[in-house]
């Protein structure tokens, strides 16, 4: 069986079948060789070639057995970077405290409405490009990752809005860019650095790319897979990391992971490898629960999302079998139980909208009241923090409303206010 394999993942004993270039452009007197020093993965990698086929019946069957020894070094660098991830041990840090936002979310919110557009074009091109077979641009995604760090740096609540806000497009793009939204955002409030966030974001964007090469009535299916069917389905992790492989992208090793583990459970009931435990890397997880969150609580075309807090209790229950307890809980301290957008009765039955998350108290999060218990549209807002008892004076939240329930657009509350 033919298999596609890093270059830096090669091991002695295994038999390369092809080297993926002409032979101009490789090393070797041959496209195919059984490796049998460690010189032969180094002038590999000198010339830049970052993955290779490999023939696992005619590779010595040991090498799948064994652990991968330490890769030979590159003298150079290659276009694919081994970096260690960036929490290698997947336990989180301490909670910090939420970084105070630079600016106000109704000024953020035109900066982040703009980035969240051009993103979504661009993630179309990408499912575009994937689907015809055509080379990625890893220039835009890259630098509408970096603009969605800076706009979450900013003020992480605007395009968790707009996320929330948005969902009526197409789930099939809205999905990368949001499961994007959700990671960075977590993994700000995780105090991760700035390079670790893009790496984060650059993942996320890139996770599900293997579904180009799921066929359309499978993937768009309204009823119950097949056990075919959903064997296919499956192999879209798997395909997600090669198609990164296939590419040549010039990105972090732990992007690749993220695109080929994102579906990868604690008690190894996950795939495409079964990985147990802390052999998922922390960004890997931020991923997975971003992306089953995001997947719970988005309108299909066959059924309407769940509410927030309805996703997060079946998320919950599947806390320490599929997902690390420590991450879980601190995804969920950073999305909060009603994230900003939602809109919500509170037991004065008064309507309010949710406009930022307070991660002290996720159920008393800071609220715009917007019409009084007659459903009478106040003309002046008014901010309240439900967990400040001098402001919200024990006010609670009753029960979120649907965008349908609501009769407004709750996107309305985060303009600018006028002067
Ligand atoms: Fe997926
Ligand atoms: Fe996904």
Redo the contacts with the bound molecule.
């Keep these: 069986m033919l298999k596609m394999i890093s270059t830096q993942d090669l091991r002695l004993g295994m038999y390369v079948a092809d080297v993926g270039r002409s032979w101009i452009n490789h090393p070797w007197k041959s496209k195919h060789k059984l490796l049998t020093d460690q010189e032969e993965i180094r002038e590999l990698l000198e010339f830049g070639i970052n993955s290779v086929m490999v023939d696992t019946d005619k590779s010595n069957p040991e090498v799948w057995l064994t652990p991968p020894a330490q890769p030979a070094e590159p003298p150079k660098p290659t276009p694919v970077r081994t970096i260690a991830p960036p929490r290698p041990a997947p336990k989180p840090a301490p909670l910090k405290s939420t970084p105070e936002p630079v600016c106000q979310v109704e000024i953020e919110m035109a900066r982040a409405a703009k980035t969240y557009a051009k993103t979504l074009d661009t993630s179309k091109a990408l499912l575009a490009a994937c689907r015809m077979n055509k080379k990625i641009e890893l220039g835009p995604v890259t630098e509408n990752v970096n603009e969605l760090v800076e706009s979450v740096s900013r003020n992480r609540d605007a395009l968790m809005a707009l996320m929330k806000l948005r969902n009526f497009d197409d789930y099939t793009y809205t999905?990368?860019l949001n499961?994007s939204v959700l990671a960075i955002s977590t993994g700000k409030s995780l105090g991760l650095s700035q390079d670790e966030l893009k790496t984060l974001g650059l993942g996320t964007m890139f996770?599900?790319l293997g579904?180009t090469r799921v066929p359309g009535h499978i993937l768009n299916k309204a009823g119950k897979l097949s056990d075919d069917e959903f064997a296919i389905m499956r192999n879209h992790a798997a395909m997600s990391g090669d198609i990164i492989l296939e590419q040549h992208l010039e990105v972090d090793e732990i992007v690749y992971k993220i695109a080929r583990h994102?579906h990868e459970r604690i008690d190894g009931s996950g795939y495409p490898d079964h990985l147990k435990g802390e052999d998922i890397p922390g960004l890997v997880s931020i991923c997975a629960l971003s992306?089953v969150y995001?997947?719970l609580t988005s309108d299909r075309v066959y059924h309407k999302g769940r509410a927030p807090h309805e996703a997060l209790k079946f998320i919950y229950s599947m806390r320490g079998s599929h997902f690390q307890p420590e991450w879980l809980d601190r995804f969920v301290q950073s999305v909060g139980i009603y994230p900003p957008g939602t809109v919500v009765a509170l037991d004065s039955d008064q309507i309010a909208v949710v406009m930022d998350v307070n991660q002290a108290a996720l159920n008393a999060p800071l609220v715009k009241l917007v019409a009084d218990p007659a459903g009478q549209i106040y003309s002046r807002p008014k901010l309240v923090d439900l967990a400040s008892a001098s402001e919200a004076g024990g006010l609670k939240i009753k029960k979120v409303l649907s965008r349908d329930e609501a009769g407004f657009d709750p996107a309305y509350y985060f303009n600018p206010p006028k002067e």
């Design positions: 999905h990368c499961v996770h599900d579904k994102h992306d995001d997947a």
